[in-house]
């Protein structure tokens, strides 16, 4: 038998050691960073990011929201690069994240921001990118060289960075304790057995689900099937799915709910078990729905950083389904590791 393994596999299992690496050297611009932002008392955040990293932006949306009670949207960098627009944002918490800093339609949004206003914080994985020299403070998330195409722990790294600046900012004890102790949960969570997903991801179309911060790693598991098995998938928020999409469910159509022990669980149990009564294959990381097959998962300290451990898991599950496929992960076809758009 090979020993062969994949580059994006050789990644997934350096999250851990990412995370902790991130927790050791990142503290000094964290919490530096974060006592500004309290100085400056942000009215509402906005975030600047494409792919991976607008999925990031989605849970530190949410984030924000659920713990600041400061509203977070999303801007769309050809507003400047391409409509040539400035917006005023006078009183916000600009986040961009990047893990190269390279794309030149962030960079120029980010500036934007700056010149109206904004305040800028740079989560990237080079701090001596063109996005960190744009940016008023950078939070570098130490992930070190990341050389598979598909982002593993430079995603990882990036919900960490933006939730460890958050809970810093609201200076939330719990949560930092449990930000603390995520490298732990993570090893555990890279480890976890989700063969029967593998099993029944056969090619076709399939959906992933999640509600609050688990729909962001629902949006980042869809993109990842596409980027690295060359599978349609797409994600929906749990509140979404049956209003027109369950349409095509059929008989064994693959699902992934993502739920974490938080007020949304219940309402995702509840839409997988309605899915998998209409004939859909569904797995879960809840065990909170009948019906439905139970994937292992990992729960930390904290209901916000358990999506953190679910994707994780789903890594792992997702790097094999290519291989399975022959499909190479750490090259996927039409695909650079760093994209440069305007």
């Not at 611009?29 to 100085?39: E, G």
């Not at 600047?48 to 509203?71: F, I, N, W």
């Not at 994240?97 to 206003?117: E, H, N, R």
């Not at 095509?248 to 949304?264: L, M, N, S, Y």
């Amino acid at each position: 038998m090979s020993d062969f393994r994949t580059q994006m596999r050789c990644e997934i299992d350096e999250i851990p050691d990412a995370v902790e690496n991130l927790l050791i050297k990142g503290s000094g611009a964290v919490t530096s960073t974060a006592a500004h932002i309290r100085d400056l008392a942000p009215s509402y955040l906005l975030s600047v990011a494409r792919g991976s990293s607008d999925h990031a932006c989605t849970y530190l949306k949410y984030a924000s929201e659920l713990l600041l009670g400061l509203p977070m949207a999303s801007v769309g960098p050809s507003v400047k690069s391409i409509y040539g627009v400035d917006l005023r944002c006078k009183g916000a918490l600009s986040l961009s994240v990047s893990q190269s800093g390279k794309s030149p339609d962030i960079v120029q949004l980010t500036s934007a921001f700056a010149a109206g206003g904004a305040y800028t914080v740079a989560i990237t994985n080079d701090a001596m990118s063109p996005l960190a020299d744009a940016s008023e403070a950078i939070l570098p998330i130490h992930a070190g060289p990341e050389l598979s195409v598909a982002a593993t722990k430079t995603f990882v790294t990036s919900l960490v960075a933006g939730l460890w600046l958050m809970a810093e900012v609201k200076q939330d004890a719990e949560l930092l304790n449990a930000i603390r102790t995520l490298p732990k949960h993570l090893a555990k969570a890279k480890d976890c057995d989700w063969s029967a997903a593998i099993e029944a991801i056969d090619g076709q179309s399939l959906y992933t689900l999640g509600r609050g911060p688990s729909w962001a790693i629902s949006n980042e598991a869809a993109l990842k099937l596409k980027e690295t098995c060359q599978i349609h998938a797409e994600s929906y928020s749990a509140a979404e799915v049956l209003h027109g999409p369950v349409s095509i469910v059929g008989r064994e159509f693959p699902v992934i709910a993502f739920a974490a022990a938080d007020a949304a669980e219940a309402s995702v149990a509840e839409i997988s078990q309605a899915l998998a009564a209409k004939g859909a294959r569904v797995f879960a990381t809840t065990q909170r729905a009948e019906g439905v097959e139970v994937l292992p998962h990992v729960r930390t300290d904290h209901w916000i950083t358990d999506p953190i451990a679910s994707i994780v898991s789903f890594y792992g599950m997702v790097e094999a389904v290519a291989v399975r496929r022959g499909v190479n992960p750490d090259a996927p076809r039409h695909l650079n590791k760093v994209t440069e758009t305007i």
